[in-house]
């Protein structure tokens, strides 16, 4: 079973920058599609932006559009999330994990998808 690990996380005042990254215990990134999610305090976990590294789509949710930018590195099996002019907003546990799709409009969960990985904390103060 592939493991996929969070990092990166911290804390940044308004307006700075963090990139996030999610290693891949296995598998090349060449055939996988990975997304990027996040759950703030009292609220639902919410996708925010996806990576087909084979076709090179994107896709980014509407309030995280033109700040942040996600990429792959097949060599070292990472999806990174730079994020930058943070809000406090962004402040949330951020997870990835893997798609059976990724498009510009959307996503779909993998079919066998298990369970979250402990994600990384980003906190955004004013």
């Known amino acids: 079973e592939v493991q996929l690990v969070e990092s990166g996380g911290g804390m940044a005042q308004a307006g700075g920058s963090l990139r996030l990254s999610c290693a891949a215990s296995e598998f090349t990134f060449d055939d996988d599609v990975i997304g990027w999610f996040r759950q703030a305090p009292g609220k639902e976990r919410e996708g925010i932006s996806c990576i087909n590294s084979k076709t090179g789509t994107t896709y980014y949710t509407a309030s995280v559009k033109d700040r942040f930018t996600i990429s792959s590195d097949s060599a070292k099996s990472t999806v990174y999330l730079q994020m930058s002019s943070l809000k406090p907003e962004d402040t949330a546990v951020y997870y990835c994990?893997?798609?059976?799709?990724?498009?510009?409009?959307?996503?779909?969960?993998?079919?066998?998808?298990?369970?979250w990985g402990q994600g990384t904390q980003v906190t955004v103060s004013s």
């Open positions: 994990a893997l798609l059976d799709v990724c498009s510009t409009s959307g996503y779909v969960m993998d079919s066998d998808f298990g369970s």
